[in-house]
């Protein structure tokens, strides 16, 4: 079977922690994960948690070692030159490195999948790659005519029309054609996840959903007509509903995935429900990429404290697509 591949995400924050209790609770995982990241932030984590691993460096499968825990370190440095708990250039680039690695990979099909620990937004700027996050970075290097992100929980399940731009900007995005898009994408992960026929809400972007054109006229002009075409496709999906009392239904079991229409308008009831356990995935490309939905935590860094259920849901949820 081939690997599947884990980014370690930054390693100022808390990716290299999570990424060896993830491995330290399921052992199996031991012998499949390919790890991309710093072998001596890795090394040094081991020590400071007990952790007995054997680590094995490669530059290409000929070099796995099933033995040990195989990692690809795109950029080796000592672990004294990184600082944990702050952003920095080298923490941006190794986590830039890492994740343009796994890629790489996947794109040749040498790992079936890649999960990502979290990186830092501000590091990756300032190391001078000006993307908004991961999905970004996907988009930019693998292939797809379209894409989005989803949010996975046992709870909830919402996919994004918009996500890392302005308010202002996702009003904009908010068009028939980007709605439909992502409610089909909705549709065709749910299947590969195990819904059969996925029940599909789409979520109003303005209070009340415009309240018939008294607050706004994107549900007229735009998510109605996509919601339309869809149903007219077979697809079981209904909406605009107002985005107060979408997400209540949908957790009282009304419908299996909820269409939001900006990034917070998905997150924030996702975070509440699954902070610890949520999992991210970009879906639409021709990678399967999932992630655990928090950041990288410098706050927590080197206190041992991190939990690795989120990262081994990813892990999860990853196989199953």
């Known amino acids: 079977m081939k690997p599947f591949g ?4 930054d390693p100022c ?18 012998k499949q994960a390919l790890l991309f990241g710093s072998r001596s932030i890795l090394s040094y984590y081991a020590q400071r948690l007990g952790y007995r691993f054997n680590f094995n460096t490669i530059d290409t499968l000929a070099d796995w070692d099933e033995r ?24 941006g680039e190794i986590a830039f490195q890492s994740v343009r690695s796994a890629i790489e990979f996947a794109v040749r099909k040498e790992i079936r999948s890649v999960v990502t620990a979290p990186l830092n937004k501000e590091a990756l700027h300032l190391s001078g790659h000006p993307f908004a996050g991961h999905t970004e970075i996907f988009a930019a290097y693998t292939h797809g005519s379209s894409y989005a992100m989803l949010l996975f929980s ?6 994004h029309v918009s996500t890392h731009v302005s308010l202002r900007q996702a009003c904009d995005a908010c068009t028939k054609a980007r709605v439909l898009e992502v409610i089909r994408l909705a549709h065709q992960t749910m299947q590969k996840i195990g819904y059969a026929h996925p029940r599909i809400a789409v979520s109003g972007l303005n209070p009340h959903a415009g309240e018939h054109g008294l607050f706004g006229t994107e549900e007229i002009e735009q998510i ?11 697809l079981e999906v209904e909406g605009p509903i ?10 009282k079991g009304v419908w299996d995935i909820v269409v939001v229409m900006y990034h917070d308008q998905g997150h924030i009831p996702l975070k509440m429900l699954a902070f610890d356990s ?11 990429r999932t992630s655990v939905d928090h950041g990288t935590a410098f706050d927590i860094a080197d206190k ?17 697509l």
Not at 304 to 318: D, M, R, T
């Open 6 to 9: 884990i980014t370690v995400g």
């Open 13 to 30: 924050g808390i990716g290299p922690e999570i990424t060896l209790k993830a491995l330290h609770a399921s052992p199996d995982y031991q």
């Open 68 to 91: 040990a825990i195989n990692i690809y370190d795109p950029l080796p440095v000592e672990v004294s030159r990184i600082p944990i708990g702050n952003v920095s250039v080298i923490g």
């Open 154 to 159: 046992d709870a909830l399940k919402v996919i």
């Open 224 to 234: 109605m007509p996509a919601v339309e075409q869809a149903r007219a496709d077979g």
């Open 242 to 251: 107002p985005p107060d009392t979408v997400f209540i239904r949908a957790l």
């Open 278 to 288: 949520g999992v991210n995935i970009t879906v639409g490309l021709d990678v399967i």
């Open 304 to 320: 041992l404290v991190a939990k690795e259920e989120s990262l081994l849901k990813a892990i999860e949820i990853g196989m199953r």
